[in-house]
């Protein structure tokens, strides 16, 4: 049987349940499992996923590098600028208007992602609007 196959529920809940950046090999005998779940609650389903086929996890053939996103919505994020502020704008793009600031440095929340470059965020002030995501950090 490939490993694939016998981990095929695995496979299956890692692509169902969104895990960025999924890339799944076989290579030597082992099967390995590699991208980042949206959440801690989603890498623990498919830790309880491979502990129910391989319950004392004494097969040694698969190797799961899944981390957890820490820029997920609620998150806290770092403003990384240079040294100016980061605009806050009305839509995602640099066309929309600019309905708020984010001094250097400072930390607020990520609302949502709406795509790579550009996330909805929220001031402490209460300043909502999408930012360039280049200029935004995880707080670990």
Do not use: C
């Not at 950046?21 to 991208?35: F, S």
């Not at 989603?42 to 004392?56: F, H, Q, V």
């Not at 053939?61 to 403003?79: F, L, Q, W």
């Amino acid at each position: 049987m490939a490993l694939q196959d016998k981990y095929r529920q695995l496979v299956d809940t890692a692509v169902a349940t969104g895990v960025n950046n999924l890339q799944i090999r076989e290579q030597d005998g082992v099967l390995y499992i590699d991208g980042e779940a949206p959440s801690g609650a989603i890498k623990d389903r498919l830790w309880d996923i491979y502990g129910s086929i391989d319950p004392n996890f004494l097969s040694g053939d698969v190797v799961m590098n899944i981390n957890v996103a820490t820029a997920v919505p609620g998150a806290r994020v770092k403003v990384v600028t240079e040294r100016s502020n980061l605009n806050i704008r009305k839509g995602p793009g640099t066309d929309q208007p600019i309905v708020g600031k984010a001094a250097h440095k400072e930390i607020i929340t990520l609302v949502s992602k709406a795509n790579d470059q550009w996330w909805l965020v929220r001031t402490d002030d209460g300043e909502e609007g999408y930012a360039y995501a280049q200029y935004l950090a995880p707080v670990e």
